[in-house]
């Protein structure tokens, strides 16, 4: 996290979470919100993140898992995420990440815009 984003950050404990060791560590936003994130006793990695969330039905507690951790080029990704929400749970696998794909030329403006900016 940027030190401009992050207010407080406290580890809360030791606990078992997806059949992994994890770390509890609370993170407090400067704008007041909370979540817990939760990172792997045996590597570090972050394992997940809890936190409630303010939506159209009301505050939900979702909670994300991150599994499965490979490199894709020079960097360590998770493979799968799990969304877990209201007894809904939703797996997301992914076989590869695209790095610096999109040409420069997509962010030109288009030829109308230009002709208004001359």
Known sequence: HAGDHVKEMTV???ENL?????FRVKVVSLR??????LFE???G???GIEASRDTPFGIVPPITLFRDYQ???HLTFPAQVV????GQEQIFTFSAYEFNAVPHTMFDLPA???ALIK
Do not use: N, P, Y
Request: glycine residues 14%.
């Open 112 to 114: 109308v815009i230009k």
């Open 18 to 22: 997806d059949g992994r060791s994890v």
């Open 41 to 43: 006793e045996a590597t």
């Open 71 to 73: 490199r894709f080029g």
């Open 32 to 37: 007041g919100t909370e979540q817990f994130e």
């Open 45 to 47: 990695l972050q394992a």
């Open 83 to 86: 969304q877990r929400i209201l």
């Open 12 to 14: 809360i404990g030791k």
